[in-house]
Nanobody, 123 residues
C-alpha cells in the first residue's frame, strides 16, 4: 500500500520558519516527481513547488520563490519543504503528492496524495 505522510505543520508567527516533511512508503520517491500543494479555506488547491526526477528541475510558485526550498532525500524516501519568512497568506493545509518522472501542471494527474498538514501563520 502506498502512503505519503506529511508532518511538520503548526502555528508560527509571521516571519518565522517551518519545515515540512513528506515520508513515503510503498513506492520509491526516486522514481517520482514530487509536488507540494496547499489549500486554504474557500480556495482551490494550488501547487507550491515541485521537483522532477531526471534533471532535478524545480518549480516554485511565484509567491513563495526565494522563501521556500524543496529538497528530496531519496536515501530516506522523503522530501522536505523548508519555508522561511512565512506570511499569513501562507496559511493552508499543505499536501505532498507524486507523479511519475516529471512535474505536471495538472493537479489531477498526480497519482498519490498525503492527507495534509496544517500550517497557520499569525500576523
Amino acid at each position: 500500500e502506498v502512503q505519503l505522510v506529511e508532518s511538520g505543520g503548526g502555528l508560527v508567527q509571521a516571519g518565522g520558519p517551518l519545515r515540512l516533511s513528506c515520508e513515503a512508503s510503498g513506492l520509491y520517491l526516486a522514481d517520482y516527481a514530487i509536488g507540494w500543494f496547499r489549500q486554504a479555506p474557500g480556495k482551490e488547491r494550488e501547487e507550491v513547488s515541485c521537483i522532477s526526477v531526471f534533471d532535478g528541475s524545480i518549480d516554485y510558485q511565484a509567491s513563495v520563490k526565494g522563501r521556500f526550498t524543496i529538497a528530496r532525500d531519496n536515501a530516506n524516501n522523503r522530501v522536505s519543504l523548508q519555508m522561511d519568512s512565512l506570511k499569513p497568506e501562507d496559511s493552508a493545509v499543505y499536501y505532498c503528492a507524486v507523479v511519475l518522472y516529471s512535474c505536471s501542471p495538472f493537479i489531477w494527474s498526480y497519482d498519490y496524495w498525503g492527507k495534509g498538514t496544517q500550517v497557520n501563520v499569525s500576523s
